[in-house]
């Protein structure tokens, strides 16, 4: 293996490990930036429920969840209930299209009812949230969330404008606070309408959260009091927990991830110290030359350091082209993509460098009357 | 110009002592074109290299231009070579990712407070010196063996020292070459003044010389 050859496999290796841990950054580092950003709900005091009506008829479904609802208002533990297919870091909205102004866009749909956001504490910008008088509207009544107002409402308030809900009218009533599925999950614009169907999964806020073993049995209590044996609990757990469950995923990803990429990076280093001991262990003659024409072992140490910056440089210009690139395409936040560009050029030349310096070292220190008979 | 003091030079390992040098005394005036000569291991290489501070003897002094150099720290050293000293080889030491004349711009690199353009104009001079400033722009595996080695001259010559250290530099070209390299040191002798010690197996080169030091077994016998 001549040198050519070497610093070949040393370029493409550079060309490759900065590609990855650009796109490990530019895929990660977005979802940790959301870790610091507010769910715009409070899931703290909330309780879950989820049912299976198994095979029951939609009209027996409806009039099951409506008694449902009843009877648990009424539990002492309770303060509110609301029927929702929408469940915090479990089950978010449904893509759909709107259309306002012939200008036709998409966004998250949130199907809740008219207690969701008393239950979630979900704050109102401005507007008011739908009750159950607006349920007999020609209009859907619609609450957007700040973003999407942000995003399609430029100019002035969307309140008392219409939009297409798909093709149905939907009449904007309110705005509320931006809302995000998950501690990890992007701000994804979208709007709240009521439920249509009859709801399997009920939010609750309790009284008194101290004690989940009562408010746990209550709950189990009231559903089997109904007297429908078709009717299965399938969760009936804090919202807490299930943040809990879903962070656990979460974590356990994330941690896959960080031990390949930690393998694959000691692999990187060992390969390029490897490379770069070679390169420099044939050099040895040329070290001793340099020595006698007047080098000092400061001078030699710093042109193997300078040189491993600029075959960093070149190993990374490819890598960054497509970066670039990726970034004009908007597959990447530009904002991330620009900190994971230079994220992995930063480690890309640390790592380099930390490769570089102890064969740089042991070359500097070289006893030049040795190193000349190397050749 | 060059002093040696008692010199003495011994390799040891664990189970080895092997005596390189054994009490050298020598004195080489400045101006001096002085060949050294003897058999292989004989401790000729050694010397140029203990004269060249490019190793250190085990015992005594070294004085180079009115100047001790034998406890200078190893910076020091460097900078020494490089204003004091030029170099050159039997099998030319030319690195040949460079061009001609980036091989012979090497010392000035490492001199502070000379520019690019100045190194490169001084490289063009020397290169004219030995008659090549029309292979500037060649890489060392394009040229002879003779060319290379005036190419070696040339970068020993550049930094203007006041002594040039040649380990067989005709050991290697063929005896018309070899002439043609003789020739061109014998010049830089005389016409520049430069203090020359040579190292030969060759007793025609040799002889070409002011003084002829024999060597056998790390002594020096005449």
Redesign the interface.
């Known amino acids: 293996m001549n ?1 050519k050859k070497a610093n070949f496999f040393l370029l493409l290796q550079l060309f490759v490990t900065f590609t990855a841990l650009f796109l490990c950054l530019g895929l990660n580092l977005k979802k940790l930036g959301n870790y610091f950003r507010p769910l715009g709900y409070r899931y703290e005091d909330a309780w879950l429920v989820v049912l299976d009506f198994q095979h029951l008829q939609d009209e027996k479904k409806l009039e099951f969840s409506r008694l449902i609802q009843q009877k648990l208002r009424a539990v002492k533990e309770i303060e509110l209930v609301s029927a929702t297919e929408v469940i915090p870091f479990q089950q978010w909205g449904n893509e759909e299209k709107i259309t306002y102004n012939k200008q036709t866009s998409k966004a998250l749909g949130f199907e809740v009812d008219e207690n969701y956001s008393k239950v979630l504490g979900i704050k109102l910008v401005e507007g008011r949230w739908f009750t159950e008088k607006d349920y007999v509207l020609n209009a859907i009544p619609v609450v957007l969330t700040k973003d999407l107002a942000e995003r399609d409402f430029k100019q002035g308030s969307p309140i008392g404008k219409t939009i297409l809900i798909g093709d149905k009218p939907a009449l904007i009533i309110g705005v509320s606070e931006a809302v995000r599925e998950n501690t990890g999950a992007d701000l994804n614009p979208g709007f709240f309408i009521p439920l249509k169907t009859a709801a399997t999964s009920y939010l609750l806020k309790s009284k008194n959260t101290d004690n989940f073993q009562l408010l746990e049995d209550q709950i189990r209590k009231t559903i089997n009091s109904v007297g429908a044996s078709e009717i299965l609990i399938r969760q009936n757990i804090s919202l807490t927990l299930v943040k809990k469950y879903a962070q656990k995923t979460d974590y356990i990803q994330l941690s896959i991830t960080l031990l390949v990429f930690a393998f694959l990076l000691i692999n990187v280093f060992l390969g390029i110290s490897g490379v770069f001991s070679y390169n420099l262990s044939k050099r040895k ?2 070290v ?12 030699i140490l710093k042109q193997f350091l300078l040189e491993s910056i600029v075959l960093t440089t070149l190993g990374i210009l490819p890598g960054l082209l497509i970066a670039i690139q990726m970034l004009i395409m908007q597959y990447l936040d530009a904002y991330y993509g620009t900190l994971s560009i230079l994220g992995a050029a930063l480690f890309l030349y640390l790592l380099m460098l930390s490769c570089a310096f102890y064969p740089s070292l042991k070359a500097a220190r070289l ?3 040795d190193a ?1 008979h190397e ?1 | 110009m060059i002093q040696l003091s008692n010199i003495e030079k011994v390799y040891r390992t664990k189970t080895i002592e092997t005596t390189a040098l054994n009490h050298i005394n020598l004195n080489i005036n400045k101006g001096e074109f002085v060949a050294i000569m003897g058999p292989s291991g004989c401790g000729k290489s050694t010397l140029l290299n203990i004269m060249g501070l490019l190793d250190t003897p085990t015992a005594g002094s070294i004085e180079i231009a009115n100047q001790p150099v034998t406890s200078l720290s190893r910076k020091r050293l460097a900078t020494f070579r490089n204003l004091k000293l030029g170099f050159i080889f039997q099998s030319y030491h030319l690195i040949n990712d460079l061009s001609v004349i980036d091989n012979v711009e090497l010392p000035l690199l490492y001199r502070k407070g000379i520019s690019g353009a100045e190194r490169r104009k001084r490289a063009l001079v020397a290169l004219e010196k030995v008659g090549l400033s029309a292979r500037t722009k060649h890489y060392p595996n394009q040229l002879s063996g003779g060319q290379r080695q005036r190419v070696a001259i040339a970068r020993a010559i550049i930094g203007n020292p006041e002594i040039l250290l040649a380990d067989e530099p005709t050991g290697n070209l063929d005896s018309a070459m070899g002439e043609e390299v003789m020739n061109l040191m014998l010049h830089l002798n005389k016409i520049d003044g430069t203090t020359i010690v040579m190292v030969t197996h060759d007793e025609h080169m040799a002889k070409k010389t002011q003084r002829i030091i024999h060597f056998f077994d790390g002594q020096q016998v005449s």
Do not use: I, K, Y
């Open positions: 040198r003659a040329e001793g030359l340099r020595v006698t024409m007047g080098a000092s072992p400061a001078d006893n030049p009357s000349l050749e």
